[in-house]
């Protein structure tokens, strides 16, 4: 089994911090469940080591530090939620390094959520937990709506979509957080008008490259200033089906 590169120098130049040698060696336990459990189950295409180093986490860790600096009061105890997690990311990172956080991991598939409860075992993960369901229903229980201080989602579809799925769960004052390959100005007017019905402002849309194959990324920031209106999510399927 191949080992990560540690990328000290990176980290340091990025995101103004450092993993420790805990961190090392839990990303690493990481690296390797996941490439031993993608020969079960489909988790990720990535598993060279360099590559997953730099698309799975320093792209996670990078998408909750705005600026470069990671988001304010996070490490003391921020309740966040990762909508469509997958193979984990970007929570699995976030959980690691900030063990004072709890992490909820939303999936809808039965499959990865039994895989990541294995890591959560294996890496003895208790600020962590797993939520089996679809963001359209989580976002309408009441033990879930408004409860998140921050969401983050990466995106596949259309990003006013993932506003709906994640502002309802975030709280007045908290952040939903979409993390975006491509982006065009376009785009900006559809989802300043999705984001305005869900309660939420448009606070920032921050485009970077990767420190190693120099891909460009996204992320968009989205501050929840007002409460969101019950209509919504809307039932499952409706949002990617009809985009606000």
Sequence with gaps: MANLPKMAEIWQKTLNWQPTNLQENQFQQLYQLIIAGNRQINLTRITEPEEFWEKHLWDSLRGIAPKQIFIPGIDKGKRIIDIGTGAGFPGLPIALIFPNSQVTLLDSTGKKITFIETVLSALALNNTKTLLGRAEEIGQQYEHRQNYDVA???????VSVCAEYSLPLVRKGGL??????SWSEAENESLETAVEQLGGVVELIEEFSTPLSNSMRHCLYLRKVTNTPISFPRGVGIPSQKPI
């Design 152 to 158: 983050v989602i990466r995106a596949v579809g259309n």
């Design 176 to 181: 939903s957080i979409i993390y975006r390959g």
